[in-house]
């Protein structure tokens, strides 16, 4: 079974300056997908960004980028710019990418909580 | 598009009772699933659909907790009778078929059961 582990409960990080978030998991399995999950205090989870685990590049949006490292299973998010409606719960999740039932659920981490200073 | 909905969004009851919370899945979208979230135990996965059916329920705690998809546009999750400990939120998030591996959430269902 994947593990998915988020070792920061908390992180703070002044506005306008670059954050990381970090996550590793733990899988067998060579083809996978990976994501991060913002969840902010309305309770939405929102999908920040994605990578797929047969993908070299690095996935970025906007302010948002990952550093995704397949040999060492870690996949940090770093937050530029950092801005106030960036507080929230970030959530790293895995989902096997083999097309078998019972492998499209997500596995989430435990969360890191993301609070930014003024 | 409306996005993932879920009613209510709140809900306070009375341990034995019975509870029914409903999702609307994103139109067009093949998979629907069922997370619930608590504090001692993160985000865990109770049960998801693929064209309304049941795939895989193995995170449904017990039998009290039941899920049904009659139709692509809707699917309950009924707790049967309800107790303090499944106090939580509940999410629902759908998937479409040609892009499975990116789930969208609904807002959530807090559950708070006295």
């Known amino acids: 079974a994947q593990t998915v582990t988020q070792s920061q409960p908390e992180m703070s990080v002044q506005e306008a300056e670059t954050v990381t978030l970090s996550c590793t998991y733990d899988?067998?399995?060579?083809?996978?997908?990976l994501f991060w999950y913002k969840q902010p205090p309305s309770r939405q989870m929102i999908l920040v960004i994605r990578?797929?685990?047969?993908?070299?590049q690095n996935a970025t949006e906007n302010r948002f980028s990952v550093n995704f490292q397949k040999a060492a299973k870690s996949f940090s998010l770093k937050i530029s710019d950092s801005q106030l409606g960036d507080a929230a719960m970030y959530f790293c999740a895995y989902r096997s990418a083999i097309s078998n039932f019972g492998n499209e659920k997500l596995t989430f981490g435990t969360g890191t909580r993301l609070t930014i200073i003024p | 598009d409306a996005g993932v909905i879920q009613s209510p969004r709140h809900e306070v009851t009375e341990m034995g009772q019975e509870v029914t919370l409903r999702c609307k899945p994103i139109?067009?979208?093949?998979?629907l699933f069922w997370y619930r979230q608590t504090m001692m135990r993160g985000l865990e996965l109770l049960i998801y659909f693929n064209n309304n059916v049941p795939i895989d329920d193995s995170g449904m705690p017990e039998d009290r907790f039941s899920a049904k998809m009659p139709n692509a546009s809707f699917s309950t999750l009924k707790i049967q009778p309800s107790e303090p400990r499944d106090s939580a939120v509940y999410f629902c998030a759908s998937s479409p078929r040609t892009d499975t591996d990116t789930q969208y959430f609904g807002p959530g269902t807090r559950l708070t059961v006295l």
């Open positions: 990578q797929e685990a047969y993908k070299q």
């Open positions: 899988t067998s399995e060579s083809d996978y997908y």
């Open positions: 139109s067009g979208h093949d998979y």
